[in-house]
Structure formats: structure tokens, C-alpha cells
């Protein structure tokens, strides 16, 4: 006989376990099913752990250059066991603390793969498929994350072609790496890897690399990461990859011809996709459309009645803090409050490079192809005097504004600790503030985050540390 909840959630990373505790505060008996650790990729083999990882050569890349700051040091080494060792500690406290919130919030886990069942029900199955539990409710929500991408020419084999966990993973250090794909993932695994002496090649589709962001940005990081020197080559894909001798052999297609590189390993870092298979959807009368479940806006239920789906499942962008807030307005909804909608139009993104990127909004050129005639602002950091007693004056802050209205369209940032910054513009879209309010508003000196301010004084034409002159 099934065991009886309100809400059952099956999945349990940042849309997954926000959604029990917010339920289970509302005062609905819950219960989440998950078949590996709680808090999903994010916490476990995702967010968390590639930041430790970032944080160690980004410490590591300070020692190495303490003499520019007036101190001297023994040479630096790179214990790579041990980083790799931290990383996954690090990650261990963040899903014990998961672990914690459920028995806090009184959430029942319930081990094993969650299936639809039909009639309100889920079956949880073990490793061999045998089921081990069922579980009834009146409303079950799908929060069960997505997976790397695998490519046809790129099947991972945790050996020649490896995914994104399995580089956070590594026993040994390769010596050489290509890395396909340069999204978020693939210059952040990029940075670490070359940062502790690994030789990077990056292999990029597109024209430029992170081709999500704003065009300076991109422009921006890669000139960085080439005067780094790793070796970039945008408008290339991975043809196919051989084992040869220890190593493999990379067949890269080129503008200009096919182009051979031998490495220890290739990390597919092409993108990820929703896991939406395996999971009883088809039988549930649940529709999918290009890998992503479908669902009704601010409601997020899908076709079928009382199932519902947040997260990576149902498309991107594909972030935590996006799962986090569908998770609370689908709980909300269904607990009967009247939450605000999740705005996604208004959802940052941020990547944990050196230097990072943070972006929120509209591109440049996206604004334009839109139809709005815009007022731009750029801040560079070598202009700020934080950055500079930092010593970390590369990237710059850029501001898109409507002219015609003052709506702030959008706001892309590359520099030191950005992805702390990004808040602020993220919160005065939502209050829909003006580009003067900002000006006006009163930053603290100095400070990275006056950037923003500075910018958006050069997009109006008030600027007055660049030595521009004024607009008219």
C-alpha cells in the first residue's frame, strides 16, 4: 500500500529540496525521493565543488605572484590529490547540510529512482529496478535536474572523453587537456586546470567563446586567457578523438582544414541536458518538447493534472537559483498563496573564471536586433581604485539602457568578484530604477561595485572619471 503525502518531490537539488522545505513550512507532509546524494549536482558534483576547485588555483595563482605585492615566498607547488581532496569535503558539508534542513523541516527521504506511476502515485525503484517503496500524492513535482550533454563524436568513456565530473574527480593531473565546448563550464575547468600548469587548448563552435555574453565580454576573455597562454580556437569542433599510446589523438575541424592535437584527455564541456527520461512521463500523460517538460506559466504543472516540473527540466537557463525560485512559486501555488512570479527575463548569470563574469539582461547587440535605440556605458576597471591596490584591474563593467524610456535593458561584467555585484542591478530591474536613481544613488568609495554607478554616469553622459566628454 503507497504511503500518503501532500507533496512529493522527486529530485533533490536546489529546486528539489527548496521545494520540500518550503512545502513542508507551509504545512504539508512531504517526502523527496532521491537515488544519490541530497542537494543533486549543484552541491555534489556542480556549483560547489568546481568553486573550491577555482578558489585553489586562484590561490594558488596569488602565491605565485606575491613579489608583485611586496612579498616574498617559497616556490608554490600544486598538491593535486589534495585539492581534489578538499573540493569533494567541501561538497560533503554542503549535502550533510541538506541532510540536515529535511530532518529540521520534518521531510521524508525516501532512497531509490522516483517513477510516475499514474493516479497521484511514484514508485521508487532500486539500481536493479526492483521496486522498493510507492509513495501517493496529491501533487508531485519533477525536479530531477539535468546531465552533461554527450555529442556523437565526444562519447564519454571516463578515460579519453570525460564530462564534467569526472574532471572534478581525477586521480592524476593531466599534463595536457582539450576542452570542447567554452560555456561556463568549459572556461571555468579551463582556468583551474591551466592555472595549476595543465597545457589547455579550448575548442569553441561558435565565433567567440562564452557566446552567451555580451561580445566585449567574450572579446574580453579571451584576450585574457590567450596572454595567460591558453591556446583558443573558436569556429572549431571536435571531429574525433583516438586513443594514441597514453594519450589521445584530437581531429579538430577548422576554418582552414582539419587540425591534429595530442593530449591526455578531451573534458566535453558542450552543454547540459534536462533528465526527463526513464521517469514515466510518456505513460503520466506528460508532454516533452526538445528534451524539456512543458508546463504552464507561474503554475509550473504540466499536461497531466496535480504533476508539476521546475528546474533544469523544463529548460534553461540552467541555474540553481532559477530551480530555487520555480521551486518556491510552485509550492506557493499550490499551498494557495499568491506568490510574485519568477521573473525570467531578469535571471543573472554568473561564471567563476578568473576573471569572472556576471550578466544580467539584454546584450548590446541583442537590445538592437530588439528594435531599441540604447545608451551604452562602460567602466573599466583599470580605472578603480580598489581594483587597482587589488592589482586586479582587468575587465570592466558595461550598461545597456533604452534611450527613449531609461529602462535598464541590461548590465555584463567581467572582473575581480563580480558575481558578488550583479545583485544590485538584478534588484533595480526588478524596481524598474532609472538610470539618474542610480546615479544618484550613493556608492561606497572605494569599491568594486562603484563600477556600476561609474558606467552608468558614462552611458548618460555624467561620468566623470574617464575623462570623456559629457554628452549632449
Known sequence: MAKEYDVVVIGTGPGGYVAAI?????????????????????LNIGCIPTKALLKSAETFEKISHASEYGLEVGDAKVNFPNVIKRSRGVADKMSKGVQFLMKANKVDVVRGKGLLAGNGEVKVVDDSNKETDRLKAEHIIIATGARSRELPSLKFDNETVINSERAMKLEKQPKKLVIAGAGAIGVEFAYFYHTIGTEVTIIELQKHIVPAEDEDVSKELAKIYKKKGMNIMTESSVEKVVKKGDGVEVTVKTKKGEEKIEADMVLSAVGVVGNVEGI?????????ERGAIVVKANTYETDAKGVYAIGDVIGGPWLAHKASHEAIECVERIAGLDPIPVNHKNIPGCTYCHPEIASVGLTEKAAKEAGYEVKVGKFPFQASGKASAAGATDGFVKVVFDAKYGEWLGCHMIGDNVTEMIASPVLARDL???????????????????AVMEAVAEAYGEGVHLGTPPKK
Open 432 to 450: 524598474e530604477t532609472t538610470g539618474h536613481e542610480v546615479i544618484a544613488s550613493i556608492h561606497p568609495h572605494p569599491t568594486l561595485s562603484e
Open 22 to 42: 518550503r512545502a513542508s513550512q507551509l504545512g504539508l507532509k512531504t517526502a523527496v525521493i532521491e537515488k544519490r546524494d541530497l542537494g543533486g549536482v549543484c
Open 280 to 288: 514515466g512521463l510518456e505513460e503520466a500523460g506528460v508532454k516533452v
